[in-house]
């Protein structure tokens, strides 16, 4: 069982009162960044959550804090179980107290407290929650009161998925509306440029290709065509030259996803009988505005390629659909994820960019997925985001990054989103009013339990942080101290990888296990 804006939950007055039980009030309350969708609870008024079945071994987690105005810490609490009355109406049924506690001091940007507690004194018993705050309200002193924002009862190995299967409608308004905003930053108005993996094998020995020495030294022999002097490249961002500098680095070898394409392509066509024009059929699931799609499968001939969008955003999928008309007319589907069913229907490749980390249902979906496909199949997770749930870094890297950051001018640590100057790094939980992050701890054993890897690179601890789109236009990649300290960075993040600190980056090839 868990709360959401359509739970039915009241307020009761309690023995103070002889009024009725009233339906909560949710609101939007905002301490710091993140708003958050909460209830208010006076001093002396009981919370009554939604009648449910209690079963010895579930836990309770129940998220409670402070109100904006009021950050005070030690406000104590109560929660009881109030048994469904059976009998008689009139009996007064009794109350067994679960947990009682309070709220430590809390920070003002984060001003939410969680607990967990076990329903083992309850037996299997059918009945509901009660939270309260002990107190009277006397008419001549302000009353205590608190916000309640999250419950959830379940057995402890889908806590996480009950969690995050709560607030649903409220979740996909706000997915809709970051991603509408996401997607006008400037990184994403320009199209990206094709890997060199997609145009080339992996390892590519020095007789298979020419360095642009030698291909001018021809040219002035009179070999070959004059060389044409092209313009220079883009300045990359400062994410975009800490993640190619950090690659360098640590000799990373991603699966080389565009190549492979092309290569399976081709085999697929090679392979066919005389007379049979089918398709090699790629689906991309959540693919938002199918940049990196795109980018594949424009190279490819479109009679070879059949292609399919999916994704619960209708504006960008429509924003995809316009970038490959000149490559040909696509298959689009607006869905939520989360209740994927493909109807038996077979892919060669199903492709995920970037988006299992706002999936809740995941062993749903990647179940779906293995079981879409096709023969020698195979489903490729590219640029996933691992680390803890919310989007959070892991307690190690966060204390490097963070001492980093610190230490950093006031021009760099300009927030462009806030439009404030961050003392230290915000480490938010993002999934608080979206999916950003959901399930970020689950995605590897979800996958693992349904398929096999054929080839994964795992990195990335704090870069994806320290030059996100929140921070990296403060850099000029121009500037030699400014990519001196983007590099700085990138030696922490080595340093980090080197000790084995958790990366939160995934790069993967899996096949069906079965």
């Known amino acids: 069982m868990f709360i959401s804006e359509e739970s039915p939950l009241f307020i009761d007055h309690g023995p103070r009162s002889s009024a009725k039980a009233k339906p909560v009030q949710w609101d939007t309350f905002r301490h710091g960044v993140i708003p958050r969708l909460g209830f208010e609870l006076m001093a002396g008024d009981l919370a009554v959550f939604p009648k449910t079945q209690g079963r010895s071994g579930d836990l309770c987690l129940l998220t409670i804090g402070p109100p904006p105005d009021a950050p005070a810490s030690n406000v104590r609490f109560e929660v009881r179980w109030r048994p469904a009355i059976t009998h008689s109406r009139a009996r007064k049924a009794t109350e067994t107290v679960l947990y009682r506690g309070c709220i430590p001091y809390v920070k003002s940007d984060e001003p939410w407290y969680t607990c967990q507690f076990s329903l083992d004194k309850i037996g299997n018993s059918e009945g509901s929650i009660v939270l309260t705050l002990p107190g009277i309200l006397w008419p001549w002193k302000k009353p205590g009161k608190i916000l309640v924002y999250d419950l959830v009862i379940s057995e402890p190995a889908t806590l996480d998925l009950e969690r995050a299967r709560s607030f649903r409608d409220l979740r996909?308004?706000?997915?809709?509306?970051?991603?509408?905003?996401?997607?006008?930053?400037?990184?994403?108005?320009?199209?990206?440029?094709?890997?060199?993996?997609?145009?080339?094998?992996?390892?590519?020995?020095?007789?298979?290709?020419?360095?642009?020495?030698?291909?001018?030294?021809?040219?002035?022999?009179?070999?070959?065509?004059?060389?044409?002097?092209?313009?220079?490249?883009?300045?990359?961002?400062?994410?975009?030259?800490?993640?190619?500098?950090?690659?360098?680095?640590?000799?990373?070898?991603?699966?080389?996803?565009?190549?492979r394409l092309r290569k399976l392509v081709e085999a697929y066509r090679a392979e066919r009988?005389?007379?049979?024009?089918?398709?090699?059929?790629?689906?991309?699931?959540?693919?938002?505005?199918?940049?990196?799609?795109?980018?594949?499968?424009?190279?490819?001939?479109?009679?070879?390629?059949?292609?399919?969008?999916?994704?619960?955003?209708?504006?960008?999928?429509?924003?995809?659909?316009?970038?490959?008309?000149?490559?040909?007319?696509?298959?689009?589907?607006?869905?939520?994820?989360?209740?994927?069913?493909?109807?038996?229907?077979?892919?060669?490749?199903?492709?995920?960019?970037?988006?299992?980390?706002?999936?809740?249902?995941?062993?749903?979906?990647?179940?779906?997925?293995?079981?879409?496909?096709?023969?020698?199949?195979?489903?490729?997770?590219?640029?996933?985001?691992?680390?803890?749930?919310?989007?959070?870094?892991?307690?190690?890297?966060?204390?490097?990054?963070?001492?980093?950051?610190?230490?950093?001018?006031?021009k760099y640590r300009l927030n462009r989103v806030t439009g404030m100057?961050?003392?230290?790094?915000?480490?938010?939980?993002?999934?608080?009013?979206?999916?950003?992050?959901?399930?970020?701890?689950?995605?590897?054993?979800?996958?693992?339990?349904c398929m096999k890897p054929l080839h994964v690179t795992k990195h990335n601890c704090i870069v994806h942080k320290l030059f996100s789109p929140s921070y990296s236009d403060n850099y000029d990649m121009l500037l030699e101290r400014d990519r001196a300290l983007v590099e700085s960075a990138v030696d922490l993040e080595v340093e980090l990888q080197a000790q084995g600190t958790l990366a939160t980056e995934l790069n993967g090839i899996y096949v069906r296990r079965c």
């Open 172 to 259: 996909i308004r706000n997915e809709q509306i970051n991603f509408d905003a996401y997607y006008q930053h400037a990184m994403f108005q320009t199209a990206p440029t094709q890997p060199a993996e997609a145009q080339s094998p992996p390892n590519l020995t020095a007789q298979e290709t020419t360095s642009p020495s030698n291909a001018l030294a021809t040219a002035e022999s009179g070999c070959a065509t004059p060389v044409i002097e092209t313009p220079p490249p883009p300045v990359p961002s400062a994410l975009k030259y800490s993640r190619t500098h950090l690659a360098e680095k640590i000799k990373l070898d991603p699966p080389p996803f565009g190549w």
């Open 421 to 449: 100057v961050d003392s230290s790094l915000p480490d938010l939980d993002y999934s608080i009013g979206c999916y950003e992050g959901i399930r970020c701890e689950s995605i590897e054993p979800a996958l693992l339990s």
């Open 273 to 410: 009988q005389p007379g049979d024009v089918s398709k090699f059929k790629v689906l991309s699931i959540c693919s938002g505005a199918a940049r990196i799609e795109a980018d594949m499968v424009r190279h490819l001939p479109h009679e070879a390629v059949s292609l399919t969008l999916l994704d619960v955003n209708g504006n960008l999928l429509e924003l995809a659909r316009r970038s490959l008309e000149s490559w040909g007319p696509v298959a689009t589907l607006v869905s939520d994820i989360n209740s994927l069913d493909l109807q038996g229907e077979k892919f060669n490749v199903v492709i995920c960019v970037s988006a299992l980390h706002h999936v809740v249902e995941l062993e749903h979906v990647l179940a779906e997925v293995a079981n879409a496909l096709a023969e020698n199949g195979e489903f490729w997770s590219i640029g996933e985001t691992l680390g803890r749930n919310g989007g959070r870094m892991w307690p190690k890297a966060y204390e490097v990054a963070n001492a980093w950051f610190s230490g950093l001018d006031d």
